[in-house]
């Protein structure tokens, strides 16, 4: 049932959830400290020509350090709930049968720091830095990869559940399986048939529906869990309505020859099956499995998150196909060259609660600016807030119009590692000097607090 009341003329539903997130690897640094074993993007950083500059992430933000300084301004700007993940081999000891406890006592330390602050932790369990011994093992593809998941959880869930109870298991399985096993452009930076993609797919689609099963038995307060996949959203040329119905079909498309789609992820998750497209599209690079894998990777969720950056805009065809419609020249693009399209919160969590009548939490959303401090010693980012304003207002409307969207998470808190774009692409309310570790607020984290304290009202008097 959508929650839409009077508190969302003007605002947003009582309960809606605020928040900032980021990922381990992106942040923390400290790759080689206190037990902590190697990840596939730390072999992948080493790989010549494979990051940007050949920037790496073996410190970044020094959070592992840092983190009480983090919280504390997190506290400063209001921020209700930060999403972070955990480092699968910062917890994880290849060799022993113990989990690394300095690894544990660092995220031990972490929530305590954020529930005194009275911030709400919401754990990603894999956020991409699968560790290198395992992938040596044969990584995802690997059919025990879903028991190596399975004890990493449970440590996880045994460990931090009597605080913990935001749970998301794994973060865009698109892109660690596309771009890193099909494309080689990500860690670990193999290119697997199209059928190894699609059976290392499948196996994170078990080791999923595993982590929901271990959260749902020993968590020790009462969980909400989730999954946060990524894929491609499009928006309808016009409101006509043969052109929104291409948009809900471009945007549930599954393409043949790749993995970066919706449904081929979500349908498992939320439907117990995998869509007809995609198995007409897959063909017999499609995987062959137990029926009763589906009911193992269709465990109920509480909520489906959404990363969504912007919106491809398609237009139906009279044939009844669709079709991209090309952008304007000097369409508004942000640093990463994603064309500013707010209407992508619109649409994305429209078809998405309409195809799976979930709850939606928008997990990631934000834009890659090139952020400097300013002769005033500010980071000024006018981008950004107006970015942030058009998005929180185009989410708004689908709220009134009844999708049940529960909560906004920024990608992202601070400036961090941005994958194989190294430290170029700047994300963050935050902004980080990365040769110093100096944190600045740009102007925008002040207008994100408005927001916070206003419940969203600010965003209707500017
Ligand atoms: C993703 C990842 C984040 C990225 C962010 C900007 O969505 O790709 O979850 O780690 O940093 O999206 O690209």
Known sequence: MAIVSSETAGGFPKGF???????????????REDGREASVWDTFCQREGAVLSGDTADVTCDHYHRFREDVKLMSEFQVPAYRLSISWPRVMSTDSS?????????YD??????????ISPWVTLFHW???QSRHDQGGWLNPRCVDWFAEYASTVVERLSDRVTQWITVNEPQCFLHFGHGLGINAPGVKLSLADQLTAAHHVLLAHGRAVAIIREHAKLPPQVGWAPVGITCSPATEDRAHQEAARRATMDVKA????NNTWFSDPVFLGHYPEEGLRAYGKAAPKYAASDMQHIAAPLDFLGLNIYTAMPVESQADGSWSEVSLAPGTARTAFDWPVREECLYWGPKFHAERYGVPIVITENGMANIDWPARDGR?????????????LLALHRGIVEGVDVRGYFHWSWM???????????RFGLIYVDFESGLRRPKDSAAWYREVIRSHGRSLFTE
């Open 379 to 391: 980071v000024h980012d006018p981008q950004r807030i107006d970015y942030l304003h058009r998005h």
């Open 415 to 425: 400036d961090n590692f941005e994958w194989a774009e190294g430290f170029r692409r």
């Open 129 to 131: 830095d699968f560790p």
């Open 98 to 106: 113990q989990p690394n406890e300095l690894g544990l006592a660092f």
């Open 17 to 31: 959830v605020w928040g900032v997130s980021t990922s381990a690897y992106q942040i923390e640094g400290a790759t």
């Open 257 to 260: 020859d790749n993995l970066w």
């Open 109 to 118: 330390a972490l929530i305590d720091e954020l529930l005194a602050a009275g």
